[in-house]
């Protein structure tokens, strides 16, 4: 229940607000694994813990990566954060991606924004267990182009066998030359197979709800294979503060990831 | 629920003025009800008299007072705005301190050992929330240490209610009045004019042995059945709430005009989280003293009636009132037996006494029950929680 | 004709019209090739044609002064380009910049329009797809508007 010291190894700018902090513990203690989808509580030193999802290599569990947003004072204090300096970790927690249930089948992961960060854990899974899966489909969306993460890393992706990296921003610009549209638009470039898709959703609810009405109503697949990633406000992580409760569950130690069937009868409900 | 029929005692004023100094002599900390401030609330007991001696409560909806009895009962009153959540999940807890050392920072290591209650005076519906809590705090997935430390060495003095509220629905709950289990002894208070007695059963081996060093002979099966008979006039309530289905029906009535209309008058103010004795919502708040070098992480009771509970980057996603209550009651009858297979109400009814504008969670319940509204289908029900 | 019979068959947009509105349709089309940094068209011209784009991608924008343009969608091979011919005025209500190098099929405007006024059944399925098309676009320029990434205070 107490914060584990890290010491910060490394912070790298992905955009102009995010930035993704690479931790190792103090004092060399082993690390549990971790799976992907799960979250830590990060501690900054007489500031406050925020929930931050794991963004890192499940393989590599000694060094943990988180990708941050500066949205505020807290989240502006990780990222200030400077090679060397300390901080706490709690965790990992929450539940996780369900990976073992997609072998076999398309793996299908949408995006919007920072939501990305969460799924990059699944997608290093993937990659490296590569014939556990068929086809593996990468949607993602952003605001601007500025605002796009691991570019570098979509590209090499883009590269792998039997996979399909489509990325979109909402606002264009006069240089840029993808595509331009809501992350919606790019399922008219896939082609799926409803009884062997599991697709994994994280990004703005808003955005998660659309992605789930265009795969369930225009593409016929099953709300339990349609998995995604809630937020709420978390204080402790571990069921007691309340404070993340959506309808009937935590979403600390029930979620993050759900399945849409757990969910069907909550998303879109008037302050829930 | 079937009366377990171990053999009981029975203790005089003077028998009883002993147990005070038994427990202490044990290494407990005896708290129990004292009259404070014009509300009977929970405190330290060095002395039997002590008690709410031949003091009443008068409750309803948004009212409390205090009045004089005409005898000198030592429990003749119901619950106050205290509950025994203030000693076992306490209100303001320090988690942990926390050193700078240099760029680094080391967690300090000075847990001390947990106080040691005994806790004379738990009503029934109060043994109720306790078990409630047992199952939030201990039982599911996580453990609190520190409420699974003060819970454990607990010692709990039971007393059976002889009257009851107009407030109390602990009958409806099916919580009391009457305690069955989950105490270590149990009081019946008896008395007329001519004598004061206490009937007393054990509930454990600790109880038992307690009991032996109070010297009390076995209770005539008379007195027994006065006991009973006084506890049966408890039984007798006006509010209620009708459980049945309340899962679905809640849940299936997430739009209904009730929910605007207790928004009218719900000011938001967060007492009924305060004095219920299930709610155990807190947050965490994080100090440092002016060098910078220590900090401290604290943990302190909140409300899901605030505005920020439900606050993420941007916004909080509760914003009016109407949907803060709205969670409030849908999770005490409803989410919480998903949660954790009970129901997160004991009917102590003190919700509804101090509510400053007299809200009734009984009369809300009955209000949507009652209305004939339908809402169109996303039917709750199986979600896949299983 | 007969390439672009088949080839007007086999685009997502047509998928399932009964061959002989087909052959109807056939009249109407040709094939077109753009640069890129072409204007298919500019807002207030008249709305001759639609396109069925076959590769390449354009940027649908609107210019405001003092800032660049604003590209509100990017269309590519497989989508459909306009449908200000079906609606009076007849005026295009945005500019229709080639991004990427762009194959696609016309069709005339006035010719589409004519046949559908003689054959109202043509026009009737021809209808229904742009409704699907107009309805998908609308959700997603709802979408957008919703500016679902920024941090809203």
């Known amino acids: 229940m107490c914060p584990q010291a890290h010491r910060v190894e490394g912070v790298s700018r992905e955009t102009q607000d995010t930035f993704s902090l690479t931790l190792e513990p103090c004092d060399g203690a082993e690390q549990p694994r971790f799976a992907p989808g799960q979250f830590s509580m990060l501690y900054v030193f007489g500031v406050g813990e925020l929930p931050v999802s794991i963004s890192g290599d499940p393989e590599q569990p000694g060094r943990l990566v988180y990708t941050v947003r500066s949205v505020g004072p807290a989240t502006h204090a990780l990222v200030s954060r400077r090679p060397g300096d300390s901080l706490g970790v709690r965790g990992p927690f929450g539940t996780a991606w369900p990976l073992e249930a997609g072998r076999g089948k398309d793996l299908l992961i949408v995006a919007g924004g920072i939501g990305l960060a969460p799924l990059r854990p699944a997608i290093y899974h993937v990659l490296r267990h590569r014939d556990d899966y068929v086809r593996l489909i990468v949607l993602y969306g952003a605001r601007s182009p500025r605002d796009l993460l691991y570019r570098k890393e979509l590209v090499s992706w883009a590269r792998s066998p039997d996979t399909q990296v489509l990325t979109t921003v909402d606002y264009g610009g006069v240089s840029w030359r993808g595509r331009v549209g809501v992350v919606t638009t790019l399922f008219r470039h896939v082609r799926l197979h409803p009884d062997r898709t599991v697709a994994l959703i994280c990004g703005p609810e808003i955005m998660m709800r659309y992605v789930i009405a265009e795969l369930e109503r225009n593409r016929g697949v099953c709300a339990s294979d349609i998995f995604l990633s809630m937020e709420r406000n978390m204080k402790c992580a571990v069921g007691f503060c309340g404070h993340c409760q959506y309808g009937p569950h935590f979403i600390c130690k029930d979620g993050p990831v759900f399945s849409y069937h757990q969910l069907r009868s909550l998303l879109g409900k008037h302050e829930l | 629920m079937m009366p377990v029929e171990h053999s009981r005692a029975v203790a005089d004023l003077d028998a009883l003025r002993q147990l005070i100094p038994l427990l202490e002599g044990c290494g407990y900390q005896v708290v129990g009800p004292t009259v404070r401030d014009g509300a009977i609330v929970y405190d330290t007991l060095r002395k039997l008299e002590e008690l709410p001696v031949g003091w009443t409560d008068e409750q309803e909806a948004g009212r409390y007072r205090l009045k004089k009895r005409d005898d000198n009962a030592l429990f003749g009153y119901v619950v106050g705005p205290q509950s025994w959540k203030k000693l076992l999940h306490p209100p303001e807890l320090r988690l942990f301190e926390v050193q700078r050392d240099g760029g680094n920072f080391r967690v300090l290591d000075n847990s001390v050992p947990p106080p040691r209650y005994a806790f004379l005076g738990v009503r029934a519906c109060e043994i109720a929330a306790i078990r409630v809590q047992d199952r939030v705090l201990i039982e599911d997935r996580f453990t609190d240490p520190v409420y699974q430390s003060r819970r454990q060495g607990a010692f709990v003095i039971a007393v059976n209610c002889t009257q009851s509220a107009p407030t109390c629905f602990c009958v409806s709950m099916q919580t009391g009045p009457r305690a069955y289990q989950g105490f270590d002894l149990a009081l019946t208070e008896v008395m007329d004019k001519k004598r004061h007695l206490f009937v007393v059963e054990t509930g454990s081996p600790a109880g038992a042995e307690l009991l032996r060093e109070m010297n009390c002979r076995e209770a005539p099966p008379a007195l027994c059945r006065e006991a009973d008979e006084a506890v049966g006039r408890a039984a007798v309530q006006d509010r209620q709430i009708n459980t049945t289905g309340i899962r679905e029906l809640l849940y299936g009535h997430f739009e209904h005009p009730r929910w605007d209309n207790v928004a009218e008058r719900c000011l938001t103010c967060a007492n009924c989280t305060m004095v219920c004795p299930t709610c155990f919502c807190t947050t965490v708040e994080d100090l440092s003293d002016v060098t910078g070098d220590h900090a401290e992480r604290w943990r302190k009771w909140d409300s899901c009636f605030t505005q920020v509970f439900s606050y993420i980057h941007g916004g909080s996603v509760r914003t009016s009132a109407k949907s803060r209550y709205r969670q409030w009651m849908t999770h005490k009858l409803a989410s919480w037996i998903d949660q954790f297979g009970t129901s997160g109400c004991v009917g102590c009814g003190r919700c509804i006494t101090w509510c400053p504008v007299g809200i009734d969670i009984t009369e809300e319940v009955r209000a949507i029950r009652e209305s004939g509204i339908t809402e169109p289908a996303s039917v709750e029900g199986d979600d896949g929680n299983t | ?153």
């Open chain 3, 1 to 153: 004709m007969e390439t672009l019979e088949r080839i007007l068959g086999e685009h997502p947009f047509f998928e399932g019209l009964e061959p002989e509105y087909l052959k109807l349709l056939v009249g109407c089309a040709s094939n077109v090739r753009f640069q890129a940094g072409a204007y298919l068209f500019r807002e207030g011209e008249e709305a001759s044609h639609f396109y069925l784009i076959r590769q390449g991608r354009v940027a649908v924008e609107i210019y405001a002064p003092q800032r660049p343009p604003i590209v509100v969608q990017t269309l590519e091979g497989g989508d459909i380009l306009g449908w200000s011919w079906l609606i009076p005025p007849y005026h295009w209500r945005f500019d229709a910049r080639v991004v990427e190098p762009a194959r696609a099929i016309a069709l005339d405007g006035k010719c589409l329009r004519s046949k559908c006024e003689e054959n109202h059944d043509l026009g009737y399925a021809l209808l229904k797809r742009f409704a699907h098309i107009v309805e998908q676009r609308l959700e997603a320029t709802r979408m957008q508007l919703l500016d679902v990434y920024a941090t809203h205070v």
